[in-house]
């Protein structure tokens, strides 16, 4: 079955530091999507992402953030100058329709800012 | 706006018994429903979804779920409990419209004793 490749599984970077967290999406999937969640708490929404821009984004996707699909198969999530609050699991998604039929996740990216 | 709603933080079951998390949503239009699984340190796996069709929805590794509209509910469960089903589980909704972002229930940890 196919399925979203998240690379790194674990980061760990210093406040300050930027960080790119990588995702390769369903290859035949066109809308994209990134979820965090803060340990212990519930999975946010960030971002969502089609033809090549933003769709939708949260309020907590400020300009400290940034996506990216830099070629055919990879969608990037950056995160500039990182604070400890940034420490999160980070989920990457992918849909081939951007229906309300459901999307597969990635098993996502622990980034943990010291 | 979509929200939804995990009455439990915490479920305690026997092995063999049956499981019951509970989960009410709140929508303006027909909602799409999701349950999510997410063993410790691993990514979000869909155990089922319901988008309109039969309010009774089957999922994998015998779970299930019931859509009632006239409670707002979408409780999941399953029969008869397995250790392997210890376990976090999210209800999610889906918004209804622009890019269908998803809605995350606080999620209910699922404990199975021997």
């Known amino acids: 079955e196919p399925e979203v490749t998240q690379t790194p599984s674990h980061q760990v970077t210093q406040m300050g530091q930027e960080v790119i967290l990588r995702c390769v999406p369903i290859?035949?999937?066109?809308?994209f999507y990134w979820y965090r969640q803060i340990l212990g708490q519930k999975v946010e929404f960030l971002v969502s992402?089609?033809?090549?821009?933003?769709?939708?984004k949260s309020e907590i996707f400020d300009d400290q953030f940034s996506v990216e699909r830099p070629d055919g198969s990879n969608f990037t999530l950056k995160i500039r100058s990182t604070k400890l609050e940034d420490s999160a699991m980070y989920f990457c998604?992918?849909?081939?329709?951007?229906?309300?039929?459901?999307?597969?996740f990635g098993s996502g990216t622990r980034l943990t800012v010291v | 706006a979509q929200s939804v709603t995990q009455l439990d933080s915490h479920v305690s079951v026997s092995e063999g018994t049956p499981v019951l998390l509970r989960c009410n949503y709140s929508s303006s239009y027909s909602p799409s429903l999701f349950w999510y699984v997410q063993h410790p340190n691993k990514g979000l796996q869909l155990l089922l979804k319901?988008?309109?069709?039969?309010?009774l929805v089957k999922g994998i590794n015998g779970f299930e779920a019931e859509f009632k509209k006239s409670e707002t509910s979408f409780h999941l469960t399953k029969p008869s409990a397995h250790m392997s089903d210890a376990a976090e589980y999210f209800c999610?909704?889906?918004?209804?419209?622009?890019?269908?972002?998803?809605?995350f229930g606080t999620g209910t940890r699922l404990k199975v004793l021997a």
């Open positions: 992402f089609y033809n090549n821009e933003i769709s939708e």
């Open positions: 290859s035949n999937h066109l809308y």
């Open positions: 319901y988008t309109s069709a039969a309010t």
């Open positions: 998604a992918s849909s081939q329709t951007g229906t309300n039929y459901g999307y597969t």
């Open positions: 999610v909704v889906s918004a209804t419209s622009g890019t269908y972002k998803y809605i």
